[in-house]
């Protein structure tokens, strides 16, 4: 017993994060969960015998188990495992950079906001506050409207609809931090201000902004499915796992398979990066969620 | 307390200002500006398109255009629909009874619903019903709520019969009956995520208040204890739930705009995409605005009231 209570003591802040990590099974599981979705993606294509963009008129909407296509094909006979797997690449892809984009956005602006504070960060926050004021739908689609839909512009107008939030925590962040002793400290030191905002302050506050970043994939993809499913996001004949559900509504009585695997593969991603960062919440920082 | 309000109401008029900004640099953003519809069409020359230009004042310098435009916005003045000629606003409201009938709906069975699950789980926490809340709140706030609008069709259109497809009444018929049979299926769909957001806010809601030293006081002076839950438990856990109210607006929004694309509801989430499909920029654009001005106003609202019901907030 005692030998125990010890050894948790002597734990390094990284074991013991790691320690509830592992306790945390829902996060565990999203984790397995998200790296067979992107290995799938990634390796799977190719050891399928059919490409994703290939048109078999003669095989159009067979059920899924039957012969060699396992998921099915759809209104056109293209494999749906293959699409799936392809729109995985796609979909997986535009969160992950879409987070990145928006992360580097949210946490220039928020360091900015909190270390220069007065009126260079009111106006920041101010602005962060107006963005927020527009429902994330309207504006992403709106924007969407005004642009050549593709690749590149639905993952940069993701990333603008997305950094807000980012923003916010790094915000609060940086404000609280810049007054502790190792910020005083490199100020002391000479160190220009650039340098303590991204070298002391920033790194300071990587779990708020690690279980943030999580969280925005997950938001990424989803908003990824709203606008390619509307429309307005990724362009046919490429596959996206929102723009596979595009017709999905007309064939729902004749062909629901295309329907469905799609919004599973959605819903699995989404829920994986959710539980996820729900995991790294508890397991970085006790104290954020003693609920 | 008048203090805050006007301090808020302050606020909310400078982020009016920033917003409409925002509103007005997208608008620019246009392929072509404001006169794009025009220049597509073709029926005009150059000269003309310059000619309208000066006309509509649109060679002026841009601050100055933006002045005008903000306080043509403020007198009601929204410009004119490309579709129909029909003036953006009166376009809006024919439209905004049907989404409200949908919001209204969904948020009463959210609110009823979520609190009725938060409660529960926070009173028998880690309980066999609170763990299944829990995963169940994350599975539907990660689901696109287009994808189980056409699971919910699928399942009680196509396979039971149960519910029409889409929407809002039958040509015809009209009756409140009817129009409750169409509004269930939407409603529902549109109050999944709601429901999600309002039990894990409540069940955090109640877990904080439950732990409080007068909840103790209550109980050891030997308060029956369904009296302490509904008299000090209950309406202090619920103050809060009045900012959610007005965090929740944003979303409600965005999921009413896609719940209607699935479900064919004539509101005005459905003129919004078929107005970016017609390339009807002063109607996208004024739904835009109008969708920002009524989040913006719902937030100040939810922070008023808060701020009335919560005597600790003034000072803040």
Known sequence: MATATLSTVQLAPGQAAWRRFRRHRLALAGAVIILVLVLGSAFGPYLLPFDDTYIDIMKRFAPPLSGAHILGTDELGRDVLARLMMGGRVSLSIGIVAMVIAMAVGIAVGAFAGFYGGVVGAVLMRLVDAVLCFPTI???????????????????????????????????????????????????????????????????????????????????????????????????????????????????????????????AITLAVTSFNCLGDGLRDALDPRMNIP | MARYVVNRLAQAVMLLVIVSGIGFAILHLAPGGPLSQFAVSGQMTQEDLDRVTRQLGLDRPLPIQYLDWFGRMLKGDWGRSYRDGETVLSVISSHLGATLELMATATIIAVLLGCWIGILGALRRYSLFDTLATVGAMIALSIPTFWFGLVTIYVFSVKLGWLPAGNRQTVGDGSFLDLLHHLIAPAMVLALVETAMWG?????????????????????????????????????????????????????????????????WPGMGRLFLDSIGYRDYPVVMGILMFSATMVLIGSLLADILYAVVDPRIRVG
């Open chain 1, 138 to 264: 309207f504006l992403l689609l709106a924007l969407a409207a005004l642009t050549e839909p593709g690749l590149v512009t639905t993952t940069i107008l993701i990333a603008a609809t997305a950094w807000m939030a980012v923003a916010r925590v790094v915000e609060a962040q940086v404000r609280s931090l810049r007054e502790r002793e190792f910020a005083v400290a490199a100020l002391a030191f000479g160190s220009s201000n650039l340098r303590i905002m991204f070298r002391e302050l920033v790194p300071n506050a990587i779990a708020p902004i690690v279980v943030a970043a999580t969280l925005n994939v997950a938001k990424a993809i989803l908003l990824e499915s709203y606008v390619s499913y509307l429309g307005y996001g990724i362009q046919p004949p490429a596959a996206s796992w929102g723009n596979m559900l595009n017709n999905a509504q007309i064939y729902l009585t004749s062909a629901p398979w295309l329907a469905i695997a799609p919004g599973v």
């Open chain 2, 200 to 264: 894990r806010f409540m069940r955090s809601s109640m877990l904080e208040v439950i732990n409080q030293d007068y909840i103790r006081t209550a109980r050891a002076k030997g308060m029956p204890e369904w009296r302490i839950l509904t008299v000090h438990a209950l309406r202090n856990a619920l103050l809060p739930m009045i900012t959610v109210a007005g965090l929740q607006f944003p979303t409600l929004l965005g999921g009413a705009l896609v719940a209607e694309t699935v479900f064919t």
